[in-house]
């Protein structure tokens, strides 16, 4: 069975926000050695009532696999065509499956008009730099320090054909 895209609604929150919690404590624990982290709301839905349902942009996707939520997406589709993946995650025990690669596929063919992507990353997150820049065909093009996380904050460019 394949991987299936489908919009996210209020009702899907509760099913996300523990896939999302999953997969940002498995991340900071792996590379941080912390319990928990990732952004503000990440944990208790707020993460998606602010940067998806706030903003006439953003477009939300949930990623059912063999029926069941293991992951999702934000972007965000600008007038300029410069748009901006939010985040995009999968639960932990479906990571490798190429699930995530697939989610980045149908965004792609899913806003065909885009003239470039940028989506941002914490530099210990070592796993998303390998995905955006192998599987994706991100190039890095700024790196900063920052107080939200430890290590410097990435900003990734993809730049697409037309």
Sequence with gaps: MD???ETITEEDIPDLTRVMTRAFDHDTKTNLGKERGGPPGYDDGEFFRKWLFSYDESKGF??????????????WILPSGKNVLGTIFVDPDYQNRGIATKAWQFIENTYPDTRSWTLGTPSYAVGNQHFYEHKCGFHK??????????????TYEKTMKG
Excluded: C, M, N
């Design 3 to 5: 991987a299936v895209f």
């Design 62 to 75: 949930k990623i059912l696999f063999e029926g069941r939520v293991v992951g999702g997406f934000i972007v």
């Design 141 to 154: 093009i700024k790196e900063e320090d920052t107080d939200e996380h430890p290590g410097k904050s990435l």
